[in-house]
């Protein structure tokens, strides 16, 4: 996926968790909805670290990854104490993308398994954002996908990502043809979609939304 998608999808998170850290006030609102974003900007970070694009944070992606691994290691909880759980690594995270990592900090392991950053069902909550609450709303006809071609190529490019993500070694569905045959539908389908929003072809969005709506349907009705 282009390197701007995974850099803006990083930048976004960071945005939300600053803004749900407000107070402990505006924590307790929001905490429920934060780990699904969480855990993809561990997935993200460590996307970056091998990604061939330029991405300015990309030199300390791998501890973005860890620190954003870390904050989704376990179950958040309301509080003052859960919020200082969460706000001392999201402070971290901030030093670290403004070029300045803390001392101390365990080196990263390059060859880290996603699985160890993330839960498949916080990347599929993820998923269900992208099209769902996202693609599926904003974008319905030629004049949306002018209108928000970078929101289509965005969240297509997070579709594509996460969908590679999770057939990966450790979810589980390394091995299993069928469960990569649905996963490989929505990466095709995702790439399509950021296809379509540079050059504006509607019919070819919409066509990748039904492959997405496809392979979800078929999917659940495999797995659930």
């Not at 402070?91 to 101390?104: F, N």
């Not at 996603?114 to 769902?132: G, I, N, P």
Request: glycine share 6%; aromatic share 6%.
């Amino acid at each position: 996926i282009p390197a701007e998608v995974v850099d803006a999808e990083v930048t976004a998170i960071r945005n939300r968790l600053k803004q749900s850290l407000v107070s402990t006030a505006q924590y307790n609102s929001s905490y429920l909805a934060l780990m699904p974003h969480i855990q993809t900007m561990a997935v993200m970070s460590a996307i970056a670290a091998d990604h061939p694009g330029e991405i300015r944070w990309k030199d300390n992606a791998l501890v973005i990854r860890d620190l954003a691994a870390k904050m989704g290691s376990e179950p958040l909880m309301s509080g003052p104490k859960a919020k200082k759980g969460v706000e001392e690594p999201y402070l971290q995270i901030e030093d670290t993308l403004a070029g300045s990592p803390p001392p101390g900090l365990e080196d990263p392991d390059p060859a880290a398994l996603f699985s160890d950053l993330a839960e498949m069902s916080e990347l599929m909550k993820r998923l269900d954002t992208a099209f769902e609450k996202r693609l599926s709303i904003e974008i319905g006809n030629a004049d949306s996908l002018k209108e928000k071609a970078e929101l289509a190529k965005h969240e297509g490019g997070v579709l594509a990502a996460l969908s590679q993500t999770i057939v990966l070694e450790g979810f589980g569905y390394a091995d299993d043809d069928e469960f990569k045959g649905h996963a490989q539908s929505m990466i095709d389908a995702g790439r399509q979609m950021i296809e379509a929003s540079e050059s504006g072809n509607f019919e070819k969005f919409d066509a990748a939304k039904t492959a997405i709506r496809k392979a979800c349907t078929d999917c659940h009705r495999s797995y659930r």
